[in-house]
């Protein structure tokens, strides 16, 4: 059974519409992170939480905003996407507390029309 | 700044032949992940290294934790056209909240018949 689960696989959106892409994991762990995968490219971290503690990557944009209302659920807000944030984004759960295999969920593939 | 420098970039091998992939960074890191990840997917956990010096194998693939624990090898006997995908290492550093976890730059594996 898949631990880590993002909704939706694919999405396509307006170019500057705001979207939410959603994940959610059965692990509780504490740590969730956001990577943004471009084709081709090795997935760049955005930001993660240990708990409710954020911590944002210096050179993510503004454009991208997250919340984690709960230990299972993480969102990743889009404010206003532009043809450069067609991307996969990946988003993975890991214990924290010493261990660090983190486990991702098959992601979920952005297009901006 | 990368902090983690994959290499090669890309192979494309005959099926049986053997293989290294390399991992290197000037920062010293407190584990080391590999992973592969096929089109499409989210990353899946290989293997986790945590020693320096240490060696782990999972069937025809051997891995390698540098003694300075900066750089990780992974070494693939007999490659299988099964093998072909993408292979990530991630570093961690720092405990707890401030533990981070940073993808290399990606080695993309071709095995053909």
């Known amino acids: 059974d898949a631990m880590v689960i993002q909704n939706p696989r694919y999405q396509v959106t307006q170019f500057g519409k705001p979207v939410t892409l959603s994940c959610s994991q059965t692990?509780?762990?504490?740590?969730m992170y956001w990577y943004q995968q471009k084709s081709s490219q090795a997935p760049k971290l955005l930001f993660h939480?240990?708990?409710?503690?954020?911590?944002n990557e210096a050179d993510t944009p503004d454009n991208f905003q997250s919340r984690r209302p709960n230990t299972s659920f993480c969102f990743l807000d889009i404010r206003s996407p532009g043809l450069g944030d067609a991307a996969m984004y990946l988003c993975?759960?890991?214990?924290?507390?010493?261990?660090?295999?983190?486990?991702f969920g098959q992601g979920t593939r952005l297009t901006v029309v | 700044t990368q902090l983690l420098e994959q290499s090669p970039q890309f192979l494309s091998i005959q099926e049986g032949e053997n293989l290294t992939v390399y991992c290197n960074s000037s920062?010293?890191?407190?584990?080391l992940q590999w992973y592969r990840q096929e089109p499409g997917e989210g990353p899946v956990l290989l293997v986790t290294?945590?020693?320096?010096?240490e060696v782990k194998k999972l069937k025809r693939l051997t891995f390698q934790f540098g003694d300075a624990r900066k750089d990780s090898s992974l070494h693939i006997t007999a490659a299988q056209p099964g093998d072909t995908g993408l292979y990530l290492c991630?570093?961690?550093?720092?405990?707890?909240?401030?533990?981070?976890?940073?993808f290399g730059t990606g080695t993309r594996l071709q095995v053909t018949l």
């Open positions: 993975a759960a890991r214990l924290g507390q010493g261990t660090t295999e983190a486990f």
């Open positions: 692990l509780n762990h504490n740590v």
């Open positions: 939480y240990y708990d409710k503690d954020f911590n």
């Open positions: 920062s010293v890191f407190s584990s």
């Open positions: 290294v945590v020693t320096g010096g």
């Open positions: 991630a570093g961690a550093r720092g405990p707890g909240t401030a533990s981070k976890l940073t």
